[in-house]
């Protein structure tokens, strides 16, 4: 799993954003207790889904204050 730039993120509507969104929180979630039993391969996914997530919802509080 690769880290995703910032401006796909930003080429993205606001559903889709959302929907990246959720979808990143529930496989963070899972990795974090999938890493807390048997441990992962690859433990930087973590630190991928965090900045990924991160990102996401910088685009979104960007789209938000500028419709406000």
Do not use: C, W
Request: hydrophobic residues 40%; without cysteine.
């Amino acid at each position: 799993m690769a880290l995703r730039k910032y401006n796909v993120f930003t080429g993205m509507n606001q559903e889709t954003l959302e929907k990246d969104l959720t979808n990143a929180i529930n496989q963070l979630h899972t990795l974090k207790l999938e890493h807390k039993v048997k441990g992962l391969q690859n433990p930087k996914q973590i630190l991928f889904l965090r900045r990924e997530i991160a990102m996401i919802k910088t685009e979104l509080t960007k789209r938000s204050t500028v419709q406000a």
